[in-house]
C-alpha cells in the first residue's frame, strides 16, 4: 500500500513538473528549445511581455551559451520595440557590449538603435524648421499607393497600362512590378497597394477575369507573385501591413459593395479574421494603421449610421476587442501611427481647419487627451509616415464647372468659345443637361464641402432667361447623370437613398417628389440612362459583374416592367446612350475584342443592333458622350487632340446611316466630360475640369517628444 502511494505521489510530482532537475526522469530544457519556445509566444501567440520573460530566464540559466543568449538579448530589444518602450535602446546596448563576437545579432542589434536614434532626433529637433517639398505631380500621381518604410521609393498604378508599378524618389526612375497584358486582349488590372514592413514586398488587389478583386503579394522586382486571397464576387483592397509582417488589413467588399468588413488576412496562409462588418456605403472607412506592437488595428468609422463624420476605433487583432479610441463631434480619420512608439496620428476639423493631431494609445487604452501637433494640415490623404519620421501625403483638387460654348454646325464654325458659366458655387459644378424647350439648364453641384470632404450633391435649375439658380430637395444621398423627361417636368438620375445601391429615380422637377423605378441586383449596377422620347420608358445600362456581361434595358414608366433590347460579353462595358430626335434609334458606344472604339445603333423600341462606325485610331480619345445633329443625319462627339499640357478638342461627326468619323475643323480649349446641345442647335453646355493632383512629404514633422 505504501509503495502504491508513492507510485502515486511521484507520478503527480512528475505531472505537475515539479521532478528536481538532474534527479528526474525528464531531461532539462536546452537553451535552444526554450529560445524557440519565447520566440513562439513572441511571434505567434503575440505576448510580448511574457516572451520577454521567457528570454530573461534563457539568460539566467544559459549564460554561456553565447550565440542563443544573444539571439535572446537581441529579441528582448524587439519585443520592448514593439511595445513602444525605451527599453529597447538599453536592450540593443546590451547586445553590442556583451556578444561583440556575435556579429549577425551585433549588426542588427546597431540597426535598430541607429533607427531609435533617428527617430528621437527627428521628434526633439523642432529647430531644424518645417521642410515641406513637392515630389510628384501629374495623372499618375493619381494613383499613388504608399510610400515605402524607408521613404525612398512609391507605388503606383501606372495610368496607360494599369500595372502595378514603383517610383523611385532620388531618381524619378518607374519600375514595373506586374505584367499585364494590353487593353483588349486583358481587362485584368492592379488597384490599391502596400508595402511590406522590410520594403522587400508588396501587397496589391488584381481585378481578375471574374470580376472579383483578389488580393496578391509580389517582390518589388516583380518575382514570386503569391494569391493570397480570392473569392468570386469579392472584392478585396489592401490598405495596410502590420508591422510583425503577419498580417494585411483590407477592406474586403462582398456581394459586389453590398456589405463591407474590416478584415485581417494572414501573410503565412491566406486565411481571413472579420474585425467589423458594415454597409459599405455609409461606413466605408478613409484608413487603416497597425499599433507598433501589431496587436491593435486603428480604423475611423462613421460615428452613426445618419452622420458623415468619423471617429477613431481600435480592433484587437485576435477579434475580441472593440473600442471607440477618440470620440469627437467633429470629423476625425486616421494618418499614421508613428513607428517605434505609442502615438497616433490623426486628422481632425475640431478646430474649424483641418489639423494633425496626436493621441497616445497603449494596453488597449488611450492615455491622456489628443495633443494638436499641426495646423492646416488640409484635406489630405495619407501615404505613409516613413522610419525616419517623413510624412507623405497627397493633395487632389479638382476644379470642375459650367462652360458654354456657341458653334455653327452647317459652316463647321466656332461662333463662341467655352466660357464658364456664373454659378453660385465655382469649382463644384458638372453634367449639365438642357431642358427639351431650352428655357432651364440641369445641373449637379458638390462642393464638397461636408464632414470629411464628403458632401450630398445637389440637384440644382438655371434658368436660362433670368439666371436664377434653384435647389429641388430630394431624399438621395448621391445623384448622378440627371436626364429630362421629353415633357420637361420631371428628371430621371441614378442615385441612392442610403437604402438603395445604384437606381433609377424620376424626380419632379417642381416638388422634389422621387420616384424609384428600379434598383440594381447584387454583382450589378445602372450606368448611362436614356429617357425615350414618347416619354413611356427609359432606357439603360445594366453593368453586370457576376455574370461578366452588360446589357442595355429599357423600362416601362407606367408598369415599371424591364425587357431586355441588347446584350453583350463584359468587359468592355457600354455607354453614352443617345436616342435620336425622331425617337426611333439609340445609339452607344463600346470596344471591340481589337480595342477599336464601335459605335452601334439599335432601332427602338427594339431590333437587331448595327454597326455604324468602327475606328482603332481614335479609341482611347473619344468621349463617352454622343449627341445629335438636330435633323437626325449626323452623330457628333468630341476626341481629345491635346497636346502637351494644351487641353484641345476636336468635333468629329458620323452619317447616322454609318460611315467614317470625320473630324468637323471645329475645336475648343477644353476637354469636355459631358456634353448637352442645345435646342437651337447652337449653344453646348460643357463639363469641364481642370484636375490636380500632387504628392508632397513633409519634413521634421513630429514634435517634441518629452519624456
Known amino acids: 500500500m505504501k509503495k502504491t502511494k508513492a507510485i502515486l505521489i511521484l507520478v503527480l510530482v512528475a ?17 535552444g528549445e526554450l529560445f524557440e519556445k519565447a520566440l513562439y509566444v513572441e511571434e505567434s501567440q503575440g505576448d510580448l511581455q511574457k516572451a520577454i520573460g521567457l528570454y530573461l530566464d534563457l539568460l539566467k540559466q544559459f549564460p554561456d551559451n553565447r550565440e542563443v543568449a544573444a539571439k535572446a538579448q537581441l529579441h528582448i530589444g524587439l519585443c520592448y520595440e514593439k511595445l513602444g518602450l525605451k527599453e529597447a535602446e538599453k536592450a540593443y546596448q546590451r547586445v553590442i557590449a556583451d556578444f561583440p563576437e556575435q556579429l549577425q545579432e551585433v549588426k ?19 529647430d531644424k524648421g518645417l521642410s515641406v517639398r513637392l515630389i ?6 493619381e494613383n499613388v499607393g504608399k510610400a515605402s518604410p524607408d521613404g525612398m521609393f512609391l507605388s503606383f498604378i501606372d495610368k496607360e497600362t494599369a500595372n502595378l508599378s514603383i517610383k523611385e524618389l532620388a531618381s524619378g526612375k518607374t519600375v514595373v512590378v506586374t505584367n499585364k497584358e494590353p487593353w483588349g486582349k486583358s481587362y485584368e488590372f492592379a488597384v490599391s497597394s502596400c508595402w511590406s514592413p522590410d520594403g522587400k514586398k508588396l501587397a496589391y488587389g488584381w481585378f481578375n477575369r471574374d470580376n472579383s478583386i483578389e488580393l496578391r503579394t509580389v517582390d518589388t522586382d516583380g518575382s514570386n507573385v503569391r494569391v493570397l486571397y480570392q473569392q468570386k464576387n469579392e472584392m478585396v483592397f489592401p490598405m495596410a501591413w502590420s508591422p510583425d509582417g503577419r498580417s494585411i488589413a ?4 462582398r456581394d459586389f459593395y453590398k456589405s463591407y468588413n474590416v478584415s485581417l488576412i494572414s501573410v503565412e496562409d491566406g486565411s481571413v479574421k472579420v474585425l467589423k462588418t ?40 485576435d477579434g475580441q476587442k472593440e473600442m471607440r479610441i477618440v470620440e469627437h463631434p467633429a470629423d476625425d480619420s486616421v494618418l499614421e501611427w508613428i513607428p517605434g512608439s505609442n502615438d497616433l496620428l490623426f486628422l481632425s476639423d475640431r478646430t474649424g481647419t483641418q489639423d494633425a493631431w496626436i493621441v497616445e494609445f497603449a494596453g488597449g487604452q488611450t492615455l491622456g487627451e489628443p495633443r494638436l501637433v499641426r495646423k492646416d494640415l488640409g484635406q489630405v490623404t495619407p501615404l505613409g509616415l516613413s522610419r525616419e519620421g517623413s510624412f507623405f501625403y497627397r493633395l487632389g483638387s479638382q476644379m470642375t ?10 459652316n463647321k464654325a466656332l461662333i463662341e468659345p467655352p466660357k464658364i458659366l456664373p454659378l453660385p458655387v465655382v469649382g463644384a459644378n458638372y453634367q449639365p443637361q438642357w431642358s427639351p424647350d431650352g428655357k432651364y439648364l440641369a445641373y449637379l453641384s458638390n462642393p464638397r464641402s461636408g464632414p470629411g470632404g464628403r458632401s450630398k450633391p445637389a440637384l440644382l435649375i438655371r434658368s436660362a432667361d433670368t439666371g436664377e439658380v434653384r435647389e429641388i430637395t430630394t431624399p438621395l444621398q448621391s445623384i448622378a447623370r440627371p436626364r429630362w423627361a421629353s415633357d420637361g417636368r420631371s428628371l430621371f438620375v441614378v442615385g441612392n437613398d442610403g437604402k438603395t445601391f445604384l437606381a433609377l429615380y424620376q424626380i419632379n422637377v417642381q416638388t422634389g417628389q422621387t420616384t424609384l423605378f428600379i434598383d440594381s441586383e447584387p454583382g450589378a449596377n445602372i450606368k448611362f440612362i436614356a429617357p425615350a422620347l414618347d416619354g413611356k420608358s427609359v432606357y439603360y445600362t445594366y453593368f453586370e459583374f457576376a455574370k461578366m456581361r452588360c446589357r442595355i434595358m429599357s423600362i416601362d414608366v407606367s408598369t415599371k416592367e424591364t425587357r431586355e433590347i441588347y446584350r453583350q460579353d463584359a468587359p468592355p462595358d457600354v455607354g453614352g446612350l443617345s436616342v435620336s430626335p425622331d425617337g426611333k434609334c439609340l445609339v452607344f458606344g463600346t470596344l471591340d ?44 462627339f468630341f476626341v481629345d487632340a491635346s497636346k502637351g499640357k494644351d487641353k484641345k478638342s476636336e468635333l468629329w461627326s458620323v452619317p447616322a446611316e454609318g460611315g467614317e468619323p470625320q473630324g468637323l475643323g471645329l475645336t475648343i480649349n477644353v476637354n469636355p466630360s459631358s456634353v448637352s446641345l442645345h435646342p437651337d442647335g447652337q449653344r453646348l453646355a460643357l463639363s469641364v475640369s481642370q484636375p490636380s493632383t500632387e504628392i508632397w512629404v513633409m519634413e521634421n514633422f513630429l514634435p517634441i517628444k518629452k519624456k
Open 15 to 31: 505531472s505537475l513538473g515539479l521532478i528536481v532537475p538532474g534527479r528526474g526522469a525528464f531531461p532539462q530544457q536546452t537553451a
Open 108 to 126: 542588427t542589434a546597431k540597426e535598430k538603435l541607429s533607427y531609435i536614434l533617428r527617430t528621437r532626433s527627428i521628434a526633439s529637433a523642432p
Open 136 to 141: 510628384w505631380s501629374g495623372p499618375d500621381a
Open 250 to 253: 483590407v477592406s474586403l467588399m
Open 278 to 317: 458594415t454597409k459599405l456605403l455609409k461606413t466605408a472607412p478613409k484608413n487603416m494603421t497597425f499599433s507598433s506592437d501589431s496587436r491593435y488595428l486603428v480604423v475611423d468609422l462613421r460615428q452613426g449610421d445618419d452622420d458623415p463624420k468619423h471617429d477613431l476605433f481600435a480592433f484587437s487583432v
Open 401 to 410: 464647372d459650367i462652360a458654354i460654348a456657341s458653334i455653327d454646325l452647317e
Open 593 to 636: 475584342p481589337d480595342a477599336s472604339w464601335v459605335l452601334k445603333a439599335i432601332p427602338l423600341p427594339g431590333g437587331p443592333p448595327r454597326e455604324v462606325s468602327k475606328s482603332k485610331a481614335s479609341a482611347s480619345g473619344v468621349s463617352t458622350t454622343f449627341f445629335w445633329t438636330l435633323d437626325g443625319k449626323r452623330i457628333l
